[in-house]
């Protein structure tokens, strides 16, 4: 395939030719989407140097899958599929030890409380701040749907659970920043 | 204009955020907006969803990728390749030799590498399990030679257990076996494990063995001496 038709190749040709050995589309297919892989495993992970290398990872097991993949959903879904299970792999992994920094982490740090940060900053980055600061499953819900620009069905396939249970998820998570921006003194007025 | 009622309300609002990412199918589409002009309450919470959107956007917007990520994948890919290229020879080079014993004996009966091999570490612990029997049987211990240090190594060489790392394909594990002269002669063991054995090991430790294979690649994560 020629360099210009690789470029302008969709991601469901991309991994035709990925199966058949093309190593250029594989490049292709990691610059399309090698961030936002790497942003969706950061969901889950703290350490960068990690979520590089797993993030890597996902597409070097595309290399090895690409011929098993059935097109049944989007490659980008596929994607973050592959990259969830590796991410929550390598952490049932670490968990058998215990990184102390990670273990210090967790305590009070002397950092201002929610009310006096929102003193301190605009509306608008004390939302990106409540939305850092969301539960792990409420904020991949909403980075999957808001960021990733994932459908229902897709969401349920890459978390693996049923659409009623993300759209109930994600509702839940909303609820949740609007109790962080009222807790940092920003009433929203919903729910 | 249609008002909606509280159940069509709490129904809509739950796709709102698939709204504002525009991942709604049409009909669906055309509801929602239909209800966002009819109720002004939802017009409301879906101004919250918009806001929520542009925040998520710009949080992830100023995440930055790591410089080194592109290059060390490059470099990884690389390494896959000819990893790939390494294996494809080697098949090339057993297919020319014809095939080998196990093959000859489930070539027909298995489509797939897979099975093949599956059915051959199935024979080897047979066989394993049958020479164990014949040596309890027979009034000495099983095959073995002692080095010129007076140390005893089981003919079969040393064993380990083995766990090889999770997603590790059938392919690869055979590749990594054949490359050191190993075989299973027992497994899936309970916890994943696999009894290896070495049969070119000269005389020394187990532990040191399985101490060299953790730290031997990525393929194994766990090794322990066995018997």
Known sequence: MAVASVMEA??????????????????TLYARHHRRVFHFIRRFEDNTAMAEDLANDVFLDVWSLAGRFEFRSRVTSWLLGIARYKALNARRARKKTVDPEEALGGLADGADTPEITAQKVSKAEALRNCIAALPEEHRIVIDLVYYHETSVRDVAEILQVPENTVKTRMFNARRKLSALMQAAGLDRGWP | MTRITDEERAELSLLLPWHAAGTLEPAEARRVEAA?????????????????????????????????????????????????????????VMDAKGPGIFARLFGGLFDSPRMAFAATAAVLVILVQGGAILALLGDRAGPEYRTASGETVPADGLQVLLRFAPGLSMDDAAAWLEERGARIVEGPLPGGLFRVAFPGSAAGDASELAERLTTDGAAVVLALPSG
């Open chain 1, 10 to 27: 969709g991601d469901e040709d991309l991994v035709r030719q990925i199966a058949k050995g093309e190593r250029r589309a594989l490049e």
């Open chain 2, 36 to 92: 966002l002009k009819a109720d002004s309450g939802l017009a409301a919470e879906y101004a919250l969803v918009l806001e929520d959107r542009e925040a998520t956007r710009e949080l992830a917007a100023a995440e930055a990728v790591p410089s080194s990520m592109q290059a060390r994948f490059d470099a990884a890919l690389s390494a896959r390749v000819a990893g790939d290229s390494r294996r494809a020879a080697r098949q090339a």
